[in-house]
């Protein structure tokens, strides 16, 4: 008999911060139901479910309230299940400077790498590799600082910086391929490259992180739904 699955997770192909979600779900061999998201057309159960945001990714545990937010999503998670490849540290202090870290991504790399996919404007490309080199640089001294000498950003074993850096190698890659800059290179961050490599030799992690060809769909979808992006303004002669 097929085992029944407590938690549903909404999500969109293409979203790291889905991917985050899923690949905590299976470092944690927690079974779940997912259901794909048409941004286009938003469910009933993803507006319910996140009424105030209306975005994914939404885990649903079965008779709790829904989890909403990737950080906290994996944070509810690394809780509900902490004798299961566990994600953060239990030091107090470990875990804060983890959870700023975190923040940190997500309100300047993650929109600094959206806005330099987005823009046509190739003067604010040039500035926006410029923030995402020095914030890869950045990332290089926090692996130093948080590895400890050992292979990742959680000492011996995959943890929650590896996954929230992680699942946006991809997009890292994407770059590379698309837009011929590559965000980590061995010379800035030679750490984070090999780090980079373990972490797409992992298993699990090449399970769910999406294809080259759902980026760019994702991509194209970001552009459709998304505000247009301000123009810059006009350079005097």
Not at 113 to 126: A, G, L, N, S
Not at 173 to 189: L, Q
Request: glycine letters at 4%.
């Amino acid at each position: 008999m097929a085992q029944k699955c407590e938690m549903k997770l909404l999500g969109t192909a293409g979203s790291p911060f889905v991917t985050r979600v899923q690949f905590s779900l299976k470092l944690k061999s927690i079974p779940y139901e997912y259901i794909e998201e048409d941004l286009y057309n938003r469910s009933e159960l993803l507006l319910t479910s996140n009424p105030v945001f209306r975005r994914i990714p939404v885990l649903i545990p079965a008779n709790e309230p829904p989890v909403i937010e990737s950080l906290s999503i994996m944070e509810y998670l690394d809780e509900l299940q902490p004798d299961v490849h566990r994600l953060l540290p239990s030091n107090p202090s470990e875990r804060a400077q983890y959870r700023v870290l975190a923040y940190t991504f997500d309100t300047l790399y993650s929109p600094w790498i959206k806005e330099f996919m987005r823009t046509r404007d190739e003067k604010r490309r040039e500035e926006l590799k410029t923030l995402l080199i020095g914030a890869s640089v950045m990332l290089e001294e926090a692996l130093v600082k948080f590895s400890k000498g050992k292979p990742f950003f959680g000492g011996d074993d995959i943890g929650y910086l590896d996954i929230v850096v992680g699942t946006f190698l991809g997009w890292f890659k994407f770059c590379g391929v698309v837009f011929n800059f590559n965000v980590i290179d061995e010379d800035r961050t030679p750490r984070m490259v090999e780090w980079g490599k373990r972490m797409w030799s992992n298993e699990v992690f090449q399970s769910v992180i999406p294809s080259h060809e759902i980026h760019r769909k994702f991509l194209d979808m970001l552009i459709d739904i998304l505000p247009p992006l301000p123009q810059q303004p006009a350079v005097s002669a």
